[in-house]
């Protein structure tokens, strides 16, 4: 999203064709309110995975580029003639505006406030009722460990290209205690301001960490010090002209890390974390 609070339709259904791969195809659920029907987006995606006989144990992101192209496109075409329209009556317009021609929709800047305010107790509400709505219409699929399957329905299956470009830049350095880590494999990349309250994968939010850092921090923030390094972190990515040009780099300001840095702590995140001892 942009400093307007506008948002392309390209990056939107690429998320939401995700979350839907991921349900349906990959969990195997019924995305509709009317048992023994399918929705429209169902079939597209079911006809994607018989035209490449795509086995369900595959999750949006191992899909090949083009695949994923594909089906966002599709997905994308068949919800500009109805979800867009249709959310916008139901919410008689007061959460967006949408331009179908120009593809993109304008948050109503209120609202977007109120969202970052509230955002985590938004979420839950939002997966509680997802799972009930999904236990209910789903009479044969399996709807074990629902609320888990909703939660980490959007999580990326690997933060490997990430690993590739940071260490590029820094080495293998923690990013917290400062430490050396010799192995590859002992490497983690981690999500600054947690991956719980974020829910996506963007460069200025990740950096590596050691095992021992990453793990012990898990599903925390961590103190204001770190935050100022990683705001002269991001400063330095930012003068590589390659790196200015990434989507997620274009949207990225100190000043928008540090206000979700606080409204991370508004939310409840307070137990901050600290490495145990820092290297140099
Ligand atoms: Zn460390």
């Given at each position: 999203m942009n400093a307007q609070l506008e948002l392309g339709y390209d990056q939107l259904f690429s998320s939401f064709a995700k979350i839907y791969w991921n349900l349906v195809?990959?969990?195997?659920?019924?995305?509709?309110?009317?048992?023994g029907k399918k929705s429209e987006v169902q079939n597209i995606l079911l006809d994607v995975q018989t035209k490449y006989s795509i086995?369900?144990?595959?999750?949006?992101?191992?899909?090949?580029g083009e695949l994923q192209l594909e089906i966002i496109l599709k997905v994308k075409k068949r919800c500009k003639l109805n979800v867009m329209g249709a959310i916008y009556g139901d919410t008689k317009g007061t959460i967006y505006d949408f331009d179908n021609k120009k593809e993109y929709l304008k948050l109503n800047g209120s609202f977007y406030s109120f969202m970052q305010q509230f955002q985590r107790v938004l979420t839950y509400l939002t997966n509680y009722h997802l799972a009930m709505f999904l236990e209910k219409y789903n009479?044969?699929?399996?709807?074990?460990n629902l609320l888990l399957k909703v939660e980490n329905?959007?999580?990326?299956?690997?933060l490997a290209q990430f690993y590739q470009l940071l260490e590029s830049y820094f080495?293998?350095?923690?990013?917290?205690?400062?430490k050396a880590i010799k192995?590859?494999?002992?490497v983690h990349v981690d999500h600054f301001i947690p991956w719980s309250f974020v829910q996506a994968d963007q460069l200025w939010n990740l950096v590596l960490s050691c095992r021992g850092c990453n793990l012990s921090k898990s599903d925390r923030l961590t103190d204001n010090i770190y935050l100022n390094a990683l705001i002269d972190r991001n400063d330095k990515l930012l003068t590589n002209s390659s790196l200015q040009m990434r989507k997620d780099m274009q949207v990225y300001t100190s000043n928008k890390l540090k206000q979700l840095y606080q409204f991370t702590i508004d939310n409840g995140y307070t137990d901050i974390w600290r490495p145990q001892k820092r290297e140099n």
């Open positions: 195809i990959h969990h195997d659920l019924n995305q509709i309110n009317v048992i086995p369900n144990t595959v999750v949006f992101d191992k899909l090949s009479d044969q699929g399996d709807t074990t329905v959007s999580r990326r299956s690997s080495n293998r350095n923690c990013f917290y205690c400062g192995k590859k494999g002992g």
